[in-house]
T-cell receptor, first 115, second 114 residues
């Protein structure tokens, strides 16, 4: 079975600064997907970024980028130029490559952006 | 992306009653998933709903307690039966979409059981 570990329950960052959220996972699969989801107080789960394990290039989406280390089974999220609207719970998630399979989530990191 | 709606958005229910949550997707999706998020916790998968077949439940979740319907490729319902205060949670549905294998979520249903 797959497991996802987020070791930082809470983090804070000053507005306009950069913050990195950590995620490690355990799997015997060779091909899979990794995701970061954001859940603001509205509780809507918002997909932030997606990484395919067979791609070595790290995914980027505007101010969000990942550092994917497949051998280390590490998948960290970097948020640059943090904004107040980035305040939310962030969940790291794993999905098998077979498609249409459910997500396995980490426990989440609560990020607060401070003005 | 897909737009997923859920009804109701929230409800307060009495112990021993049942509530049915509806999930509507604006695109056809093969699989839909139901998750539970207990207060301050992460998301836990309840079951996978495939159109035309019975739902597949995760360990700790049973059909009698959480019956699921999936009548077509855009709609599913989850019923929380014989509710107790321990069922107070957010219930979210999701659908997997397209070649990018991205899952999109409904806004969730916040259930409080008194």
């Amino acid at each position: 079975a797959q497991t996802v570990t987020q070791s930082q329950p809470e983090m804070s960052v000053q507005e306009a600064e950069t913050v990195t959220l950590s995620c490690t996972y355990d799997t015997s699969e060779n091909n899979y997907y990794l995701f970061w989801y954001k859940q603001p107080p509205s509780r809507q789960m918002i997909l932030v970024i997606r990484q395919e394990a067979y791609k070595q290039q790290n995914a980027t989406e505007n101010r969000f980028s990942v550092n994917f280390q497949k051998a280390a089974k590490s998948f960290s999220l970097k948020i640059s130029d943090s904004q107040l609207g980035d305040t939310a719970m962030y969940f790291c998630a794993f999905m098998k490559h077979r498609g249409n399979t459910p997500l396995v989530f980490g426990k989440g990191t609560r990020l607060s952006v401070i003005a | 992306s897909a737009v997923i709606s859920q009804k109701p958005s929230r409800d307060i229910c009495q112990r021993g009653t049942s509530l049915t949550i509806q999930c509507q997707v604006d695109s056809q999706v093969t699989m839909m998933f139901w998750y539970r998020q207990q207060p301050g916790q992460s998301l836990t998968l309840i079951a996978t709903a495939n159109q035309g077949s019975e739902a597949t439940y995760e360990s700790g979740f049973v059909i009698d307690k959480f019956p699921i319907s999936r009548p077509n490729l855009t709609f599913s319902t989850l019923t929380v039966s014989n509710m107790s205060p321990e069922d107070s949670s957010i219930y979210l549905c999701s659908g997997g979409l397209g070649e990018r294998n991205e899952q999109f979520f409904g806004p969730g249903t916040r259930l409080t059981v008194l």
